[in-house]
Every structure is written in structure tokens, then in C-alpha cells.
Nanobody, 126 residues
């Protein structure tokens, strides 16, 4: 059984920053590619970012490039999403997802073959 738990959401003014945190168990965390998704009311789920098991490969959706940064700390079994220059359109429920890829150097934002967290709400005021 794989457990994924995310946190760090909240209310922030436009232009501000938040850092989301996601922790995965069981070990080894370095065998999992990690991804962040978001879903706003009335909209489809969007793949935001992902990072390969080694951290050597990352992906960002065009809507967040230059503003968001994904990173991982294998010693803490944790992946982060640093969100800067936040905009009201970033308001959504953010979900962390883990994919077991022990021999891979890639990641995806395809919503299959993943274990999902419960979500954390991000609200950006105008």
C-alpha cells in the first residue's frame, strides 16, 4: 500500500508565494516519479509539474513555467512545489501523485498508474 499526503495550501494575495509539500510511503522514495495536478471548480484536472525518480528530469505546464519549481528530497521522502508570483487563476485544489518507476529517468503528468493524495486547497485573492 502506497500512501501519499500533501499539505501547504492556503490563502495568499496575488503576487505572493506558497510551498506545497508531499510525502510518500513506503520506502524507497527514490523509486517514485512524482507529479502535481490541480483542479478548479468547473474545470478539468490539469497536470502542473512532475519530477523523475532521480530529480534529473522535470516538466512544467506552460501556464506555470517560470513561476513554479518542483524539487525532491529523498532523505525526507518529500517532494515540493514552490509557487511564486501567484495569480487568481492558480486557485484550485492541488493533488500530489506518485508513480513507481524504479528503473526510469522520466516522469509524466498522465493521470494513470499513480497513487493520489487527498489534495490541498490553494486560493489566490485579487
Amino acid at each position: 500500500q502506497v500512501q501519499v499526503v500533501e499539505s501547504g495550501g492556503g490563502l495568499v494575495q496575488a503576487g505572493g508565494s506558497l510551498r506545497l509539500t508531499c510525502t510518500v510511503s513506503p520506502l524507497p522514495f527514490h523509486s517514485y516519479a512524482m507529479a502535481w495536478f490541480r483542479q478548479a471548480p468547473g474545470k478539468e484536472r490539469e497536470g502542473v509539474s512532475c519530477i523523475s525518480p532521480s530529480g534529473g528530469t522535470t516538466y512544467y505546464a506552460d501556464s506555470v513555467k517560470g513561476r513554479f519549481t518542483i524539487s525532491r528530497d529523498d532523505a525526507k521522502n518529500t517532494v515540493y512545489l514552490q509557487m511564486n508570483s501567484l495569480k487568481p487563476e492558480d486557485t484550485a485544489m492541488y493533488y500530489c501523485a506518485a508513480e513507481y518507476r524504479p528503473f526510469s529517468s522520466v516522469c509524466t503528468v498522465v493521470g494513470t498508474n499513480k497513487y493520489w493524495g487527498q489534495g490541498t486547497q490553494v486560493t489566490v485573492s485579487s
